[in-house]
C-alpha cells in the first residue's frame, strides 16, 4: 500500500550545525506533508508543513523542501541546539473516501551533541 | 492555539475491564484519529472518522471500537482490555487539506 519512509533512523549532529532530515513518500496524489517533532513521553508536536503545490517552505530555523519528481521531503533545522534533540516524524495527508488520511513514516532520532 | 486534549495521560487497567480511551479537540475539525504507538513500531492506525457516526478501519482495528457521536469527540473502546494492548495512545484531529494535530497522548498499561 501507500506508504512513507524516512532514510536514516539515526542522525547525529554537533550544536550549531545545520541538520537534515530525509523522507520519502510513494503517493503522489497527497496533498499535504507534515513534519513533527516527538520528544520522550509526548505526543508529535507540529512542526511545519508544505502543500503539494509548493516547493519550499520556510519557519523559524526550519526549512521543509518538497521535491515531487523524485517523491522526497527533507527537513532542514539551522543552528541546531540541544533542545532540538528528539524523533522527528513526515506524514501525508491524502484523500480518503469523504476524508483525509493520515499516513507516517517510521521516524529519524536527531540527537545533538554539545 | 490549536487543542486536542485526552481525558488521561496515564492509565492502569486490569485484563478483561472495558476501557475508554476519549479525546476532544476545539478546532471544528472533521477529521480524527486514533494511533497507538510502540518501541520500533511507529505510529498505527486504529481507526479513523471522516464525520459524526462515521469510522473507517486503520491498520490494526482488532481489539479496539470507536464511537463518533459528537464532531468533537473520538472515543476508542477497548472491548477487554489485554496485556498486548498496552501502549502510547495518540489521537489527531485535521480539516480536509489541512495539517493534523496532536493530542498529549495517554499511557495505557494493561495488568
Known amino acids: 500500500g501507500e506508504s512513507v519512509g524516512l532514510h536514516l533512523p539515526t542522525l547525529s549532529v554537533q550544536e550549531g550545525d545545520n541538520s537534515i532530515i530525509n523522507c520519502a513518500y510513494s503517493n503522489s496524489a497527497s496533498d499535504y506533508f507534515i513534519w513533527y517533532k516527538q520528544e520522550s513521553g509526548k505526543g508529535p508536536q507540529f512542526i511545519i508543513d508544505i502543500r503539494s503545490n509548493m516547493d519550499k517552505r520556510q519557519g523559524q530555523r526550519v526549512t521543509v523542501l518538497l521535491n515531487k519528481t523524485v517523491k522526497h521531503l527533507s527537513l532542514q533545522i539551522a543552528a541546531t541546539q540541544p533542545g532540538d534533540s528528539a524523533v522527528y516524524f513526515c506524514?501525508?495527508?491524502?484523500?480518503?473516501?469523504?476524508?483525509?488520511?493520515?499516513?507516517f513514516g517510521g521516524g529519524t532520532r536527531l540527537m545533538v551533541k554539545p | 492555539d490549536v487543542k486536542v486534549t485526552q481525558s488521561s495521560r496515564y492509565l492502569v487497567k486490569r485484563t478483561g475491564e472495558k476501557v475508554f480511551l476519549e479525546c476532544v479537540q476545539d478546532?471544528?475539525?472533521?477529521?480524527m484519529f486514533w494511533y497507538r504507538q510502540d518501541p520500533g513500531l511507529g505510529l498505527r492506525l486504529i481507526y479513523f472518522?471522516?464525520?459524526?457516526?462515521?469510522?473507517e478501519k486503520g491498520d490494526i482495528p482488532e481489539g479496539y471500537s470507536v464511537s463518533r457521536e459528537k464532531k468533537e469527540r473520538f472515543s476508542l473502546i477497548l472491548e477487554s482490555a489485554s496485556t498486548n494492548q498496552t501502549s502510547m495512545y495518540l489521537c489527531?484531529?485535521?480539516?480536509?487539506?489541512?495539517?493534523?494535530?496532536f493530542g498529549q497522548g495517554t499511557r495505557l498499561t494493561v495488568v
Open positions: 472518522s471522516y464525520d459524526v457516526k462515521m469510522k
Open positions: 506524514a501525508e495527508i491524502g484523500l480518503y473516501n469523504a476524508g483525509n488520511m493520515l499516513t
Open positions: 478546532m471544528d475539525h472533521e477529521n
Open positions: 489527531a484531529s485535521s480539516n480536509r487539506f489541512s495539517s493534523a494535530f
